[in-house]
């Protein structure tokens, strides 16, 4: 049920030596000079799910794939504090942009813009995912479950709407998806499936969802 995919995800931190898990995620956050780490679900429905960062090895996994470029635009719906933006235009010198409706949130992620390395290459929105227009020059769309299958579908069409305006080439990364967003996904006419990343390897017990599926806009 897509009301527990977070509880879910909570297990990637269990499956991972929580030692070493706390001295990466510290370190990384230090080094880029922001505050991500931890979990609020204060505000979670069955609707929005809360907010829980991506490890950094995952994102750095990412960052290696080659597909995010300097001269790529990324969304990250569902920001949160604003970690996949902060590292992702650090590693790879891409624009990043995150969009997040919780006002709290959201200000965490202002906040840490301020004195982030990276914080002149991104940009902050305080916006319900399914209202925000996907600006023209997006080519790469990052998401960890914010969001039930059903604002997935408002989301994809926002994005859709963006592409027919000017064509162009738009990934979309999709981490830990559950089975109702990779079932919603299957079925998209306007997407085909472009690559996965594996992911399990970074963590000690084997789990299926642990990957991040790459879909490309037609």
């Known amino acids: 049920m897509e009301s527990s995919l977070r509880s879910d ?3 990637i931190y269990g499956r991972i030596g929580n030692d070493f898990m706390n001295q990466n995620e510290t370190q990384w956050d230090k080094l880029l000079k922001i505050k991500t780490t931890g979990r609020d679900d204060s505000r979670a429905d069955q609707y929005r799910y809360p907010y829980e960062p991506t490890p950094y090895m995952v994102l750095e996994r990412l960052a290696n794939s080659g597909l995010i470029r300097k001269n790529n635009t990324l969304i990250d719906y569902g920001t949160g504090k604003g970690r ?10 891409c624009k990043a942009v995150g969009v997040e409706y919780d006002e709290r949130i959201y200000k965490g992620a202002a906040d840490n813009k ?5 914080g002149a290459r991104t940009e902050f929105v305080l ?3 399914e209202n925000y ?12 479950n914010p969001f039930s299958v059903e604002i997935l579908q408002s989301v994809l069409a926002k994005i859709y709407e963006s592409y027919y305006e000017n064509p162009r080439e738009i990934l979309l990364f999709f981490y830990y998806p559950s089975e109702e967003y990779v079932s919603a996904l299957m079925t998209q ?3 085909i499936f472009y690559d996965e990343i594996n992911t399990s390897d970074l963590f000690s017990s084997e789990d299926v969802r642990e990957k991040i599926l790459i879909f490309q806009v037609l």
């Open 127 to 129: 916006c319900s995912a």
């Open 114 to 118: 301020e004195l982030a390395v990276s």
């Open 9 to 11: 995800i909570s297990r």
């Open 189 to 191: 006419e306007q997407l």
């Open 84 to 93: 996949v933006c902060f590292y992702l235009s650090y590693q790879t010198r």
């Open 133 to 144: 227009e996907v600006p023209t020059d997006v080519d790469c769309c990052y998401f960890f």
